[in-house]
Nanobody
Framework: QVQLVESGGGLVQPGGSLRLSCAAS????????MGWYRQAPGKQRELVAD???????NYADAVKGRFTISRDNTKNTVTLQMNSLKPEDTAVYYC??????????WGQGTQVTVSS
């Protein structure tokens, strides 16, 4: 059974930081590209950042320079460090694992609220 379990969300003031983590089980983690997506109320789910199984990263323009994605293949985790948070970063953040042959999986999501 595949599980992606996110943690680290919460309420933070503008300019603050949060660190999201996603723990994966039931997959051969090193074979999967991992990503973070977000969905704000009334909007479509969008890519925030992803990292290939080789460690190459990609970021949405809106978060470049503020967010950093990383992975630890020994712990089966992917992390999103979010700095200089803005109110427009408020959303539910989802962890995603994908492999073109083995399929794709989603976590249950974690709420991030940026507000004073």
């Amino acid at each position: 059974q595949v599980q992606l379990v996110e943690s680290g969300g919460g309420l933070v003031q503008p300019g603050g930081s949060l660190r999201l983590s996603c723990a994966a089980s039931g997959i051969i983690f090193r074979l999967f590209a991992m990503g973070w997506y977000r969905q704000a109320p009334g909007k479509q789910r969008e890519l925030v950042a992803d990292i290939t199984n080789g460690g190459r990263t990609n970021y949405a323009d809106a978060v470049k320079g503020r967010f950093t994605i990383s992975r630890d293949n020994t712990k089966n985790t992917v992390t999103l460090q979010m700095n200089s948070l803005k109110p427009e970063d408020t959303a539910v953040y989802y962890c995603n694992a994908r492999n073109s042959d083995l399929g794709g999986y989603w976590g249950q999501g974690t709420q991030v609220t940026v507000s004073s």
